[in-house]
């Protein structure tokens, strides 16, 4: 069967064109829809990156408020070689310990239990040293010999006091 385009009338043309156009028309608006919703995923995809970013710059800025206490109170121990007087350096350092068990990994929260224990030691020992008629006692010497170890340590842990918190307070990874 052929077709006859000579019996052709200008209402089937119009129909046809019609119909065509209308194809032509819808199709356009589909491919303009699927590149809208392809914007729409990929600006979806950049918000959620953004709030990532959000939620990592928070969690850091708790977590050097961690370290910035810790090194306050070791700084207060080394440099007057004694237990810090200033009461809320001991407690900012005592409220930094307990959320150093929800923000970092194990290791770290049980270090920092470890240097408090090791200042309560420190401040014992310089306590024990300096007492009045501590010269006297037999153990003195003992007391001494801590007091100088702890000095030592707490030395090596400000200087390092990085590595003690690791890679999460590392801004790039």
């Known amino acids: 069967m052929s077709v006859n385009f000579e019996s052709f009338s200008w209402e089937a043309f119009a129909?046809?064109?019609?119909?065509?156009?209308?194809?032509?028309?819808?199709?356009?608006?589909?491919?303009?829809?699927i590149a809208i919703s392809r914007a729409q995923t990929l600006i979806q995809s950049h918000l959620a990156d953004i709030e990532s970013l959000k939620l990592r710059a928070a969690l850091f800025e708790k977590r050097w408020e961690v370290y910035e206490a810790t090194a306050r109170f070791l700084a207060a121990m080394t440099v007057k070689a004694r237990f810090p007087e200033d009461?809320?350096?001991?407690?900012?350092?005592?409220?930094?310990?307990?959320?150093?068990?929800?923000?970092?990994?194990e290791a770290v929260h049980g270090r920092l239990v470890k240097l408090w224990g090791q200042a309560c030691d420190f401040g014992l020992a310089v306590d024990e040293v300096s007492a009045v008629g501590a010269e006297a006692r037999p153990d003195r010497p003992r007391f001494i010999r801590q007091k100088s170890d702890l000095m030592i340590e707490f030395a090596g842990l400000m200087a390092n006091l990085g590595q003690v918190f690791g890679d999460e307070l590392r801004l790039g990874g």
């Open 15 to 33: 129909t046809l064109a019609t119909g065509f156009a209308a194809v032509s028309a819808a199709s356009v608006v589909a491919w303009r829809q």
């Open 87 to 105: 009461g809320a350096i001991t407690h900012d350092f005592q409220l930094a310990m307990d959320k150093s068990q929800f923000l970092f990994r």
